[in-house]
């Protein structure tokens, strides 16, 4: 059980750039979660999904989109790269009501 | 909104020092809340939960109870360690608040423990 991945684990784009997150779990589990985490913020929520096909809009959507077409994987797509999007990037899903978290993708954009 | 609110940090404790880092929330229903911790340069990972009034969370040593009428979820450690060193994450999940999928986080509470 690997729990869930994220790749890459650092990242360096210029402004205006696209680029996927991506994200995995292999615990079937049907909800998956996107957060940003900047210091002094704690973590926020960019976008969620309660299952294949679903999506929905967290707290700080602006900049970012998402699919679900299978259970496993949840990518996250930054279509034109922005300063302000430089954080790190956490993925986690959700199971027995305990959300569990991947290691985390560090993007910088300059 | 719901709202998690932690003590400013950073601490620095001498091992075997007594730890409380203060969490306090506020929310629109019942919440679930927990306890995340973050080692360095690693993904969060959950430390303790409490799903109910008066219900005590505990792993590792640390505790929290989950108190309703101060709306309090204060995490203790009676004897800290090196290795105890990390960011310390409140959260909440509001059932009323889109269900108990999201979690709302306070702003983290570093934590070192020196020799």
């Known amino acids: 059980n690997a729990g869930v991945t994220q790749t890459p684990k650092f990242q360096v784009l210029k402004t205006g750039q696209s680029m996927t997150l991506q994200c995995a779990q292999d615990?079937?589990?049907?909800?998956m979660s996107w957060y940003r985490q900047d210091p002094g913020m704690g973590l926020r929520l960019i976008h969620y999904?309660?299952?294949?096909?679903?999506?929905d809009q967290g707290e700080v959507p602006n900049g970012y989109n998402v699919s679900r077409s299978t259970t496993e994987d949840f990518p996250l797509r930054l279509l034109s790269a922005a300063p302000s999007q430089t954080s790190v990037y956490f993925c986690?899903?959700?199971?027995?009501?305990?959300?569990?978290f991947g290691p985390g993708t560090r993007l910088l954009v300059l | 909104g719901d709202s998690v609110t932690q003590m400013e940090g950073p601490v620095t404790l001498s091992e075997e020092a007594f730890l409380t880092i203060n969490c306090t929330y506020t929310?629109?229903?019942?919440?679930?809340l927990f306890w995340y911790v973050q080692y360095p340069g690693e993904g969060l990972q959950l430390l303790l939960k409490?799903?109910?009034?008066?219900d005590k969370g505990s792993n590792k040593g640390f505790e929290a109870t989950y108190r309703k009428e101060t709306t309090s979820f204060h995490l203790e450690k009676g004897s800290v360690q090196v290795s105890d060193s990390a960011v310390y994450f409140c959260?909440?999940?509001?059932?009323?608040?889109?269900?108990?999928?999201?979690?709302?986080f306070g702003k983290g509470t570093k934590l070192t423990v020196n020799p």
């Open positions: 986690a899903s959700r199971g027995a009501g305990t959300q569990y």
């Open positions: 615990m079937n589990h049907e909800y």
């Open positions: 999904s309660v299952g294949a096909g679903i999506t």
């Open positions: 929310a629109t229903g019942y919440p679930s």
């Open positions: 409490a799903t109910k009034a008066d």
């Open positions: 959260a909440l999940s509001d059932p009323t608040q889109g269900g108990s999928e999201k979690l709302v």
